[in-house]
């Protein structure tokens, strides 16, 4: 596929990361909708791709994304955005199988922070800044931000953003739980390629199965995701069963488990 306002490549030793990134610098990654309808093409490809077993998506050192694009927005009406259901399709990252991880230098607003947290793992670089500043134009966030931030930070302090406007840094996503880690902003890539190197080795089925179980408990109650997760766990058995067959005398887990 033809990309302008993304790239997209193949990364890592076994060419099994895929690795994305927002790539409109003149307008700090603002999500228009081009650039969306690219990443959802781009994900497509990566979910039929079996080489690949983790996704990376990226920013700039400048923004990861400065939300959803401003001037596209601003001519829209009611009936339009209503019709159309302006941003429904951007659910679609969440509903992506492989696990897939955030790597955030710079602005993650409005949109980009919850394109952010739609991904599995977000990590920040030192200067990162997260935000939902819709509120400063006079509308709320459209793309699950008081659904998610409220899950990620507690409720006193997604109110805080969501209702101020008001950016948090990466010391301070890191310290409400936002993000799983803060790296330098020169070793960010870095960093998040080696974990999503080390999850792509992972048996596609394992992560695919522990990253349904985990988000499933976002959805059902905890009987319901504690039945989800046993019953995906003995499912795995089908597979390790023939680990443990393949692995006599060899041992050799890693080769098994890439073809698994
Ligand atoms: C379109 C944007 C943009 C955006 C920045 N730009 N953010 N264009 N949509 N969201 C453009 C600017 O117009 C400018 O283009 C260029 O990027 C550089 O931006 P500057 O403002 O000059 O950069 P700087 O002074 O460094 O300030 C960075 C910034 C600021 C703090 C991130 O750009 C900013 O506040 N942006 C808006 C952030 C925002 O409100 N996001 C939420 C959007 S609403 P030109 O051509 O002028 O040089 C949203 C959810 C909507 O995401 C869902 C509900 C409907």
Redesign the pocket.
């Known amino acids: 596929a033809f990309y302008s306002n993304i790239t997209v490549e193949k990364k890592g030793k076994k060419n099994n990361v895929g690795f994305i990134q927002l790539n409109r610098p003149?307008?700090?990654n603002?999500?228009?909708d081009a650039l969306m309808k690219e990443l959802q093409t781009a994900l497509s490809d990566f979910s039929k791709d079996e080489e690949v077993g983790c996704v990376v998506l990226t920013g700039s050192n400048?923004?990861f994304a400065?939300?959803?694009?401003?001037?596209?927005?601003q001519p829209r009406e009611f009936a339009e955005?209503y019709k159309g259901d302006?941003?429904g399709f951007w659910n679609s990252i969440s509903l992506f199988k492989k696990p897939i991880i955030a790597a955030v230098n710079g602005?993650a607003?409005?949109?980009?922070c919850?394109i952010a947290m739609m991904c599995d793992i977000i990590y920040a670089g030192e200067k990162a800044k997260f935000g939902?500043?819709?509120i400063?134009?006079g509308?709320?966030?459209?793309?699950g931000?008081t659904q998610r931030l409220t899950q990620a930070v507690g409720k006193s302090k997604a109110m805080e953003m969501v209702l101020t406007g008001d950016q948090i840094s990466a010391q301070e996503a890191l310290q409400f739980g936002l993000v799983a880690n803060v790296y330098p902003v020169e070793e960010l890539v870095d960093k998040v390629m080696e974990k999503a190197e080390k999850i792509a080795s992972m048996s596609q089925i394992a992560t695919g199965m522990a990253k349904e179980a985990v988000n499933s408990s976002y959805e059902m109650t905890l009987a319901e995701g504690i039945h989800l997760e046993r019953r995906l766990f003995h499912s795995t058995f089908a597979t390790i069963l023939k680990l443990a067959i393949n692995s006599i005398g060899s041992c050799n887990m890693g080769i098994i488990n890439a073809k698994l």
């Open positions: 003149k307008a700090l603002a999500l228009c400048k923004a400065a939300g959803a694009d401003i001037k596209e927005m955005v302006f941003l602005y607003l409005g949109g980009g919850e939902q500043p819709e400063l134009l509308t709320i966030p459209g793309g931000g």
